[in-house]
């Protein structure tokens, strides 16, 4: 017993130990073709440069792309936050009155299809505050998932615990904290998680469609400005830290939700327990 | 904390069912003209196949579900605007029916919790009735930490802990397997011994009504009825020993003959009359 529990448990660490060491063997290899295919065809640097050159790009020009950084990812933060905090409102409100949510669920629906890029301009002709009109475009591409999400959640509640809240006398807001709230949760980190990475998208588009005015200075304007000047290095230093960006946002929000759910739900429960 | 209730000598039924009818909104009748009273502490099971409307009528009781026709009373003792107080009656679902994010002592206490008042005395309750089910020294386990007895007890520990008047049980242990279910008879009965509180135990196996019960309404479908209601006269202390004893084996067969008479009349076969 003791010998086979010791057998399964090396299995899976070593399971773990290739979850992170076969991406990046892979992702070195795919480095190594792309840097020798670079220089054995003697492609020029602004069509495409290679993995080396971007990592020396990035030392010299980090510290000013690092700044930009800093523009776009307070956007994609404020944006998230925003998200997180309306969209729970809204899903709140929908679970409370079915005539809310019914008549207004569509419109969120539709808030959601439109492509950003296509109402970005009008957004930030009306709004003024530079900060804010970007806020306003990355949260409109963020605060669906949470919404929808959240919603199905808060109506997922164990019809035989309602019943026995109701047995019991519970007042709407008891049923809520108690029984609502809980079961809406893992739903509602669900559709954060998805919100991150729209977040982040959504503040460089947003981003996009501002820095050809000129406005800003966040690192999508610095991709343009990169694009115009065939500094096609930087531009790849740029993309480089935005992807870095959305992995790292991910992670966080995975971490939170395993670390709020880790004691019951089975989506944070390690493999080892089971 | 002794109920005033359990304790006056009050002799009149607890449960006055009038007539009750149940009629879904697909025009499928699943209760028909059901008459039942039910005195305090008795140990009344409801036994029928499935599909006889026993869970509906448990519903009924307890408040849960609307009857389409007839007259529904309890007499349990009303506070001042009319409604009989939270925790006067207990309800154990077919399932655990337990908040998965909530660890043992905090679900037992969500009765209490639920009606504002969650102190060191409530606190002493719950510890109490984890203990009599039979999980100390798991307060603070998570319900997917146990097994499907365990998460049962729990359930019941719930439903106890409000020292209810009126304890309704919808085929608590027809998930169980048969080792468990055994031993969670016993300590039902146990647990129903200390306080006598007035039970209705749903079930569709004969020889669990006939081991717990004082009394057993037997019940067919399409529509619900109760065609046969029999006293089980039987020691009131029950044991092992008792499920190989002649008088056991002959309440089982009145019952049994009285589920095949129903079934028979059912699907009309007149052969078997």
Same mark, same amino acid.
């Given at each position: 017993?003791?010998?086979?529990?010791?057998?399964?448990?090396?299995?899976?660490?070593?399971?773990?130990?290739?979850?992170?060491?076969?991406?990046?063997?892979?992702?070195?290899?795919?480095?190594?073709?792309?840097?020798?295919?670079?220089?054995?065809?003697?492609?020029?640097?602004?069509? %495409?440069?290679?993995?080396?050159?971007? &990592?020396?790009?990035? !030392?010299?020009?980090?510290?000013?792309?690092?700044?930009?950084?800093?523009?776009?990812?307070?956007?994609?933060?404020?944006?998230?936050?925003?998200?997180?905090?309306?969209?729970?409102?809204?899903? @709140? @409100?929908?679970?409370?009155?079915?005539?809310?949510? %019914?008549?207004?669920?569509?419109?969120?629906?539709?808030?959601?299809?439109?492509?950003?890029?296509?109402?970005?301009?009008?957004?930030?002709? !009306?709004?003024?505050?530079?900060?804010?009109?970007?806020?306003?475009?990355? !949260?409109?591409?963020?605060?669906?998932?949470?919404?929808?999400?959240?919603?199905?959640?808060?109506?997922?509640?164990?019809?035989?615990?309602?019943?026995?809240?109701?047995?019991?006398?519970?007042?709407?807001?008891?049923?809520?904290?108690? %029984?609502?709230?809980?079961?809406? @949760?893992?739903?509602? @980190?669900?559709?954060?998680?998805?919100?991150?990475?729209?977040?982040?998208?959504? &503040?460089?588009?947003?981003?996009?469609?501002?820095?050809?005015?000129?406005?800003?200075?966040?690192?999508?304007?610095?991709?343009?400005?990169?694009?115009?000047?065939? &500094?096609?290095?930087?531009?790849?230093?740029?993309?480089?830290? %935005?992807?870095?960006?959305?992995?790292?946002?991910?992670?966080?929000?995975?971490?939170?939700?395993?670390?709020?759910?880790?004691?019951?739900?089975?989506?944070?429960?390690?493999?080892?327990?089971? | 904390?002794?109920?005033?209730?359990?304790?006056?000598?009050?002799?009149?039924?607890?449960?006055?069912?009038?007539?009750?009818?149940?009629?879904?909104?697909?025009?499928?009748?699943?209760?028909?003209?059901?008459?039942?009273?039910?005195?305090?502490?008795?140990?009344?099971?409801?036994?029928?196949? =499935?599909?006889?409307?026993?869970?509906?009528?448990?519903?009924?009781?307890?408040?849960?579900?609307?009857?389409?026709?007839?007259?529904?009373?309890?007499?349990?003792?009303?506070?001042?605007?009319?409604?009989?107080?939270?925790?006067?009656?207990?309800?154990?679902?077919?399932?655990?029916?337990?908040?998965?994010?909530?660890?043992?002592?905090?679900?037992?206490?969500?009765?209490?919790?639920?009606?504002?008042?969650?102190?060191?005395?409530?606190?002493?309750?719950?510890?109490?009735?984890?203990?009599?089910?039979?999980?100390?020294?798991?307060?603070?386990?998570?319900?997917?930490?146990? =097994?499907?007895?365990?998460?049962?007890?729990?359930?019941?520990?719930?439903?106890?802990?409000?020292?209810?008047?009126?304890?309704?049980?919808?085929?608590?242990?027809?998930?169980?397997?048969?080792?468990?279910?055994?031993?969670?008879?016993?300590?039902?009965?146990?647990?129903?011994?200390?306080?006598?509180?007035?039970?209705?135990?749903?079930?569709?196996?004969?020889?669990?009504?006939?081991?717990? =019960?004082?009394?057993?309404?037997?019940?067919?479908?399409?529509?619900?009825?109760?065609?046969?209601?029999?006293?089980?006269?039987?020691?009131?202390?029950?044991?092992?020993?008792?499920?190989?004893?002649?008088?056991?084996?002959?309440?089982?067969?009145?019952?049994?003959?009285?589920?095949?008479?129903?079934?028979?009349?059912?699907?009309?076969?007149?052969?078997?009359?």
């Amino acid at each position: 017993m003791r010998v086979a529990q010791s057998r399964h448990v090396r299995r899976l660490r070593s399971t773990r130990r290739w979850r992170i060491a076969a991406p990046l063997a892979v992702g070195v290899a795919l480095l190594a073709v792309w840097e020798a295919v670079v220089r054995v065809e003697g492609i020029p640097h602004y069509i %495409l440069p290679g993995p080396l050159l971007i &990592a020396e790009t990035l !030392w010299t020009d980090g510290p000013s792309l690092l700044g930009s950084l800093m523009v776009t990812l307070r956007i994609t933060l404020a944006a998230l936050a925003a998200a997180a905090i309306l969209g729970s409102a809204i899903a @709140l @409100l929908f679970s409370l009155s079915r005539i809310l949510e %019914l008549s207004l669920f569509p419109y969120t629906v539709i808030l959601q299809v439109t492509p950003i890029v296509a109402i970005a301009p009008l957004i930030i002709l !009306w709004v003024r505050e530079p900060f804010l009109a970007l806020l306003v475009c990355a !949260w409109i591409v963020a605060f669906f998932p949470v919404v929808a999400n959240t919603t199905v959640g808060l109506n997922s509640a164990d019809r035989n615990l309602l019943a026995l809240f109701r047995l019991y006398g519970a007042s709407t807001g008891k049923t809520l904290r108690y %029984l609502k709230l809980p079961t809406a @949760l893992p739903y509602f @980190l669900a559709g954060l998680r998805i919100s991150g990475g729209l977040a982040l998208i959504g &503040a460089v588009v947003a981003e996009f469609v501002a820095g050809t005015g000129g406005t800003e200075t966040g690192l999508a304007f610095r991709i343009l400005e990169a694009g115009y000047r065939l &500094a096609i290095p930087r531009l790849f230093a740029a993309l480089f830290l %935005l992807s870095v960006t959305g992995i790292v946002i991910y992670l966080v929000l995975d971490f939170v939700s395993r670390l709020l759910l880790r004691h019951w739900h089975e989506s944070a429960i390690a493999e080892e327990e089971e | 904390m002794p109920s005033p209730l359990s304790e006056s000598r009050d002799t009149d039924s607890i449960v006055r069912l009038r007539g009750i009818g149940k009629r879904f909104g697909s025009g499928m009748t699943a209760l028909d003209a059901i008459d039942l009273d039910i005195g305090r502490g008795e140990f009344l099971s409801l036994l029928g196949p =499935s599909g006889c409307g026993k869970t509906t009528l448990l519903r009924i009781i307890a408040g849960l579900s609307e009857p389409s026709a007839g007259v529904r009373r309890l007499s349990l003792a009303t506070d001042a605007g009319g409604h009989i107080p939270s925790g006067r009656i207990g309800f154990v679902f077919q399932d655990p029916t337990l908040m998965p994010w909530s660890t043992v002592v905090d679900n037992v206490l969500l009765p209490f919790r639920l009606a504002g008042r969650v102190g060191p005395a409530e606190r002493e309750r719950a510890k109490a009735e984890i203990d009599s089910v039979g999980l100390a020294g798991f307060e603070r386990a998570y319900p997917r930490q146990l =097994s499907g007895g365990m998460r049962m007890r729990v359930s019941i520990a719930r439903a106890l802990v409000t020292d209810p008047v009126l304890l309704l049980l919808d085929e608590p242990f027809a998930a169980l397997d048969e080792i468990t279910r055994m031993a969670l008879n016993d300590d039902l009965m146990w647990l129903w011994d200390r306080r006598r509180p007035t039970v209705v135990f749903v079930t569709h196996s004969v020889f669990e009504s006939v081991y717990l =019960s004082t009394r057993i309404a037997v019940m067919t479908r399409r529509p619900g009825r109760i065609v046969a209601d029999v006293p089980v006269g039987l020691p009131q202390r029950r044991d092992r020993a008792l499920r190989t004893s002649p008088g056991y084996a002959a309440i089982c067969a009145t019952i049994s003959n009285h589920l095949a008479k129903a079934m028979a009349a059912e699907i009309n076969a007149p052969v078997l009359k």
